[in-house]
C-alpha cells in the first residue's frame, strides 16, 4: 500500500457534499464513533422526563434573554437624578445608575421589557420546573443506585438556582429587592461569631454601602451561572453515561432501556420542547407584566411596601421568619448575644430541609440494605414509607410558602393576621406527620387495590345467575400487562441483624449500631404489601370458578413486622 | 405451563403451589400498535400538510414581528412600552411555539413509533480492568518516590498550602471595607441634632403635631449630604417613626430613671426592626400598635415599644428627643443601644 492513500482508502471515497464533509471531519475528529453511539441511542418515553428539560430549556432562555440585558444594564450604585425615557413620576429623583438603567433599558430599549420580563418569568419556570422534576426523581425513587451522585449534582443545581434568583432580582435596586436585601442583612447578622464579619464581607461595609449591586452582577452573571452550567455538564454526562431510567411496564428491566431513538424522535421532541418552552416564556413576557420596578421606585431604606412578597421559591425562608415566635429566643451567653429567633428559621430549617435531600438516598440505600443498580423507576405506591415522606416534606414547604404570604392570606379573607400565624405555627409541625400517614395509607391501600386486581380481575359489571339460583359477578382477569405492571416490584422487608451475642455470648461491637438501623429500617418497611404471586393466584382460582374468595381469618397480604404479624388488618 | 406464556393465564391457571414460580415472568415489550398514519396513507398526508402548515404560521409569526417592530414604535407612555412589548412578544411566541408543536407533532404523528431495545451494562469496571488501574496507581506512585521522599512530600504539601494566602489575604483585608463592625453601634443622631420629615428634609416643630398623627422622620442634614451613598448608608441606620399620643395613653417608654427621652406625648423610635431590619411603617392609631410589613412583628408605641406578636424579640431603640428654644423637636443624644437586628457583639 503506498504511503499517500488515506486511511479510509478502503472503503468508497464519498461522493455527495455531506458525505465529503462527513469524512472530512471523521478523517480530523473520528465524530463516526461518537454518532454510531448516540445518534440512535435509545430514550424510554414518559411525560415526566420532560420536567428536567424544561429545566435545562428554560436555563438556555434565561442565558439568551440575560445576554440581551447586560448589554444595557449597568450594575453601578453611582446615584443620578434621572431624566430619561421612564414614566414621569421617576423623572427628576434620585437613584442609582443600576435602577436608572432599568428603566431605561425597559423603556428606550426596543424589546427591553419584554426580554426582561421573559428573563423574570424564565427564571421563575427554571426553579418550578427543578423543583417539580426533583418531586419525580424522588417519587420514583430514580436517584437509587447507580444515580445517587447525579441527585447530589441536581440538589446543588437547585440551591444554585436559588442564588442565581436572588441575585439576579436584586440587582435592579428598587425598594424591593433593597429591602429583600436588607433582610439578608439581618439574617446574616444573626449568625454567631462571624455574623458582623459575614455581613461586611458581603457589603464592603455597613448596609447597603455602595458595593453589593457591582458584586452581585458578577455573581449573577459569572459565577453562579458558570457553575450551573459545569453542573448541568456534569448531570447530562451521568445521564447519559447510566442511561435514562424507565417505567415499569412489560420487557423493561434493569438490564435494559426500551424507546425511541434520539435520532430523529428526541431531536424532533426535545427540539420541539425547547421551542415550546421558549414560545410560552415569550407569551408569558409579552402578556404579563412582572416586576414593574418603577411603580417601586429607587431604593430608599426608609419606605417599605405593605403585602410584598418576595419570589416564590424564596416564600418558604420568609414564611420560616414570620413564623418564628420572638418571645424568649434571644439569647445572651458571656455577654454575646444569640437570636435564635432568626437563626432556627432563616438558618437552621433550610439547613434541615436541605440535609433531608443531600442524605436521603444513602438513608434509603442503607435501610433497605440494596446493593443492585435500579434502572426502572418505582411506582410511587410501592414505596410507601419514601411517598409519604416525600409528601410530609413538600407538606412542610408548602406550609411555610403559605406562612409567606400569611398577610396577603388575612387581607384577601379578611382574617386575623395573628390567628392565622397561630395557625402556620401548630401546622408546620402537625401537617407533615399527617400528611406522611395519610399518604402512606393511601399507599398501602393502593397496593392491595392492585393485589385485589390482579388476583379477582376487573369487575365486568355482568351478573350470571347459576341454576341453584346462585348469582355471582363475573370478573375479567388482567392482561398480561396489566398484572405485569401490578406484580413487578419489590417489598423490602427490614433489615435482618446479626445477634448481640456470638455463639460464646461474647458481646459483638458494633451491635446497638446495627439496632439503630434496624430501627429506621422498620419504621420504612414495618407495613408492607407483597406483590401477588403465581402461587397466591393460581390459589385464588382454584378456590373457585366463580372468583369467590372468601378473605382468609389471617389475610396473607399484608405482613407487619415479623413478630407482630396481625397488628394490621 | 407458565402462567405469563399463557395468552389467558387467568382463567387457565389451576397449578398448585408447589409448582409455580416464585414471581411472575416478564411478558415481554408490548406487541406494536399502528396508529392511523401507519395504515392509511391518507392520514399520513393529512398530517404532512398539518406540520407544513404550523412551519409555516412559525415563519408568518416571524415576519410579523419585524412588521410590529417597524411599524408599531413606542410613543413615549407606559402603555405604549406595552403595546409594543405585547406584540413582538405575541408574535416572537408564535414563531416559537410553531417550530415546537410542528416539529413534535411530525415527531408524534410521522416518525416510526416503534419502540427499540438497548442493553445496558454494570457500571462498574470489570475486575481485571480495576486490577491494572490500581497497578498503574500503585507503579506512577511508585515512580514518583512518594511514599520514601518524606520531606518532599511535607514541602510539596506546604508550597500547596500556602499560595492560596497571596491570592486569600489581599482579598479578604479589602472585601468588608475598614471591618470596622463597631459602626453598628452609633447613628448620625446627636444632641442638639433636629429631627426633619422624611423625605422632604422640613424640620418638625412639636406644635404641629395632633394627638394620633404619625411622622416619619430623618435627621436634619444638608441637601449636599443627603445627595451623598453615605448618607443612604447613615439614613439606613438613623430613620425614626414619630407618634403623638394622648400624654394619658403613654404608659410608658425607655426613659430611664431622672430622665425624659419623650415629649409632651411624642415619642420618637428607630424604624429599623429589630428582627431583621426592614423598616416598620404601618401604625395603628386606635392601639398605638406598629407592625412591620415584612414579618409582621408588632410594638406597642405606648408602652415603650414592646413587642407584642411576631417574631421580634426586644423593643425597638428609643431615640431621646426634646425640644430647642424655637420649638423645633430635637435629640437629646444617639440612640442609647445599637439599632435594628441584633448580632454577635451587640452588647459588647
Sequence with gaps: ???????????????????????????????????????????????????????????????????????????????????????????????????????????????????????????????????????????TGAFRKPREINWLVGTVLMILGLAAGFSGYSLPDDVLSGNGLRITDGVVKSIPVIGSYTSYFLFGGEFPGEHIIPRLFTVHILLVPALILVLIGVHLFLMVLHKHTQYPGGGRTDKNVVGYPLFPVYIAKM??????????????????????VWNYGPYDPSPVGAGAQPDWYMLFLEGSLRLM?????????????????????????????????????????????????????????????????????????????????????????????????????????????FAYWVTKRICLGLQRKDRELVLHGHETGRIVRFANGEYIEVHRPLDDQERWLRVNYDAHRPLEIEPATDARGVKRPGYQKDKQWQKLSRFFFEDRVEPVTPAELAAAHAHGEHDEIEAAPRSPELVSGTENADREQ | MSANQNPHPGQEVTATSSTSPERFEDPGVPAHKPRLTDTDPQAARRNERIVTIIFAISCLGAIASLVAYFAVRPDGTTEGTRLSTALLGVTMAISLLGIGVGAIHWA??????????????????????????????????????????????????????????????????????DWDVSKFRHTIWERNRRLAYDPSGRLIKASDLTVGS?????????QEEMRSHEWITEKAKAVVLLVRLNPEDLRSDQSPEGETWSYDGIVAYSKICTHVGCPVALYEQQTHHLLCP?????????????????????????????????????????????????YWERLK
Design chain 2, 294 to 342: 415584612c414579618h409582621q412583628s408588632t410594638f406597642d408605641m405606648a408602652d415603650g415599644a414592646k413587642v407584642v406578636f411576631g417574631p421580634a424579640n426586644r423593643p425597638l431603640p428609643q431615640l431621646p428627643i426634646t425640644v430647642d428654644d424655637e420649638g423645633y423637636l430635637m435629640a437629646q443624644d444617639d440612640f442609647a443601644e445599637p439599632v435594628g437586628p441584633s
Design chain 2, 214 to 222: 404619625v411622622a416619619h422622620v430623618i435627621p436634619e442634614a444638608s
Design chain 1, 271 to 292: 427540539g420541539g420542547n425547547f421551542f415550546i418552552v421558549f414560545g410560552i416564556l415569550a407569551l408569558m413576557g409579552a402578556t404579563m407584566s412582572i416586576n414593574n
Design chain 1, 1 to 139: 500500500m503506498s504511503t499517500d492513500t488515506s486511511p479510509s482508502s478502503t472503503v468508497e471515497p464519498p461522493t455527495t457534499p455531506a458525505g465529503k464533509a462527513a469524512d472530512y471531519l471523521d478523517q480530523r475528529t473520528g465524530v463516526g464513533v461518537a454518532v454510531k453511539e448516540f445518534a440512535r441511542k435509545v430514550f424510554p418515553d414518559h411525560w415526566s422526563f420532560m420536567l428536567g428539560e424544561m429545566a435545562l430549556f428554560s436555563f438556555v432562555v434565561l442565558l439568551l434573554t440575560g445576554v440581551f440585558l447586560t448589554m444595557f444594564f449597568d450594575p453601578s450604585m453611582a446615584l443620578i437624578e434621572y431624566h430619561g425615557a421612564g414614566p414621569e413620576s421617576m423623572q427628576g429623583q434620585l437613584m442609582s445608575v443600576a435602577f436608572a438603567s432599568t428603566l431605561d433599558l425597559s423603556f428606550e430599549v426596543r424589546g427591553g421589557l419584554l426580554m426582561r420580563q421573559i428573563h423574570h418569568w424564565a427564571a421563575l419556570v427554571f426553579m418550578a420546573s427543578i423543583v417539580v422534576h426533583m418531586m419525580r426523581v424522588f417519587f
Design chain 1, 325 to 433: 415566635p420572638g418571645y424568649a429566643t434571644e439569647w445572651v451567653i458571656f455577654g454575646y448575644t444569640l437570636s435564635l429567633n432568626v437563626l432556627i428559621p432563616a438558618v437552621v430549617i433550610p439547613g434541615l430541609l436541605f440535609t433531608f435531600l443531600f442524605v436521603y438516598p444513602f438513608i434509603e440505600a442503607r435501610v433497605t440494605g440494596d446493593k443492585r443498580e435500579h434502572h426502572v423507576l418505582d411506582r410511587p405506591r410501592n414505596v410507601p414509607a419514601r411517598t409519604g415522606l416525600g409528601v410530609a416534606f413538600l407538606t412542610a414547604f408548602i406550609i411555610l410558602a403559605l406562612a409567606g404570604s400569611n398577610d396577603l392570606i388575612a387581607t384577601h379573607f379578611g382574617m386575623s393576621l395573628n390567628q392565622i400565624t397561630w395557625a402556620f405555627r401548630i401546622l408546620f409541625f402537625a401537617g407533615p406527620v
Design chain 2, 108 to 177: 408524534k404523528s410521522l416518525m416510526s413509533d416503534h419502540e427499540h431495545v438497548d442493553e445496558r451494562h454494570e457500571l462498574a469496571s470489570p475486575p481485571e480492568v480495576r486490577a491494572v488501574a490500581v497497578q498503574h496507581l500503585a507503579d506512577g506512585a511508585e515512580d514518583s518516590g512518594i511514599a520514601r521522599r518524606g520531606v518532599l512530600k511535607g514541602a510539596a504539601v506546604s508550597a500547596l498550602a500556602l499560595f492560596p494566602l497571596t491570592f486569600a489575604v489581599p482579598l479578604i483585608s479589602s472585601v468588608g471595607g
